[in-house]
């Protein structure tokens, strides 16, 4: 495939899945840098900007869900949940409940958002972070990348 043509790329049947999960992810772990930056410098600016970071975060990850859940069926053509692709499927979920669950918990605190979180919350953030990455990592072994496959 040519690399510049944009007609085949955006109509590749699992090209939109590696694309669209860069949002969340990069969401997130923004996030939790701003969160441990408001943290360490007292911050109240550099939490409303996690804040926010996170809000997005949560509003992306079930659309990179779906197109998993697409690319799923459309390029390994709904093949049996097992091995690496159950265990990028199971590390991926995992990881958008527990965005969705730390949304939920500043929002709740939303009457101060420039409040910099509490060391509970930073823990689950980046055990949050590390599930994202045996998500990623999973998942480059499921397309190919991972493993000299192109």
Same mark, same amino acid.
């Given at each position: 495939m040519n690399p510049f043509d944009l007609k085949a790329a955006l109509l590749a049947k699992h090209a939109q899945h590696p694309v669209i @999960?860069?949002?969340? @992810?990069?969401l997130f772990i923004i996030s939790v840098a701003f969160?441990?930056? &408001?943290?360490?410098?007292?911050?109240?600016?550099?939490? %409303?900007? &996690?804040?926010?970071?996170? @809000?997005?975060a949560a509003l992306t990850a079930p659309v990179a869900i779906a197109s998993g859940l697409t690319a799923w069926q459309w390029q390994l053509e709904?093949? %049996?949940?097992?091995?690496?692709?159950?265990?990028?499927? @199971?590390?991926?979920l995992a990881a958008s409940g527990m965005i969705w669950l730390l949304c939920g918990w500043r929002i709740s605190q939303? %009457?101060?958002?420039?409040?910099?979180?509490?060391l509970i919350y930073i823990f689950l953030a980046l055990a949050t972070v590390l599930l994202i990455a045996i998500a990623g990592h999973l998942g480059g072994f499921v397309s190919g990348v991972e493993n000299g496959a192109t």
């Amino acid at each position: 495939m040519n690399p510049f043509d944009l007609k085949a790329a955006l109509l590749a049947k699992h090209a939109q899945h590696p694309v669209i @999960i860069h949002f969340p @992810i990069a969401l997130f772990i923004i996030s939790v840098a701003f969160d441990l930056l &408001a943290t360490w410098e007292r911050n109240p600016a550099m939490a %409303k900007a &996690a804040y926010y970071n996170l @809000i997005g975060a949560a509003l992306t990850a079930p659309v990179a869900i779906a197109s998993g859940l697409t690319a799923w069926q459309w390029q390994l053509e709904g093949a %049996k949940l097992k091995g690496n692709l159950l265990l990028h499927l @199971i590390f991926a979920l995992a990881a958008s409940g527990m965005i969705w669950l730390l949304c939920g918990w500043r929002i709740s605190q939303r %009457k101060r958002p420039q409040r910099t979180p509490g060391l509970i919350y930073i823990f689950l953030a980046l055990a949050t972070v590390l599930l994202i990455a045996i998500a990623g990592h999973l998942g480059g072994f499921v397309s190919g990348v991972e493993n000299g496959a192109t």
